[in-house]
């Protein structure tokens, strides 16, 4: 857990007179991490590699949905560092149904996927070409569920539940 609070001088002056702290407020070790991580960064190569490898899974799973011509039914959404798979439906429900099945499929087949690629430093050639091939098998079956119109009857227990609720 590692935070900031920041703002200009005359905002932030009342913190010389105030006693504030958070829940995480004497923990150290997060600082600690926080500064190997920024050396790590200023040290290698990892930022470009990080946009290399997630245009590389955007690209590879692009090519893959055009290639089952799912453009309307899977979008890949964000940028390198960070994107999200969505399955837009008019439904929200069948929505969660066709996300829990992908997820599903990709996990039987040894990729835990939660539908999103953060790329990290560690994740070379090898990563990408294995997440690629599970992905290539996925949209597959997607395409055929899609095809037979029955996702739900395809899975194995419930869909995931919308994290965010409108009360």
């Not at 798979?85 to 149904?97: C, G, L, Q, Y």
């Not at 039987?108 to 430093?121: E, K, Q």
Request: aromatic share 8%; glycine share 8%.
């Amino acid at each position: 857990p590692l935070s900031a609070i920041v703002g200009r001088r005359e905002g932030m002056e009342i913190f010389d007179e105030i006693f504030f702290s958070g829940t995480f407020g004497g923990e150290a070790v997060s600082l600690a991490a926080c500064r190997a991580t920024l050396r790590k960064l200023e040290r290698t190569q990892a930022i470009p590699h990080i946009w290399k490898v997630g245009q590389q899974l955007i690209d590879g799973l692009n090519a893959l949905v055009c290639r089952h011509g799912l453009q309307d039914a899977i979008k890949v959404l964000g940028y390198a560092p960070r994107s999200v798979v969505a399955f837009p439906h008019s439904d929200e429900r069948e929505a969660r149904v066709r996300r829990s099945f992908f997820m599903q499929e990709c996990v039987r087949r040894g990729l835990l996927y939660f539908c999103s690629h953060i790329p990290t430093l560690s994740h070379g050639d090898a990563e990408i070409r294995f997440t690629l091939d599970v992905l290539s098998e996925v949209v597959a079956l997607y395409a055929e569920a899609q095809g037979a119109g029955d996702f739900e009857r395809r899975l194995a227990g419930p869909p995931v539940e919308a994290i965010f609720r409108r009360a």
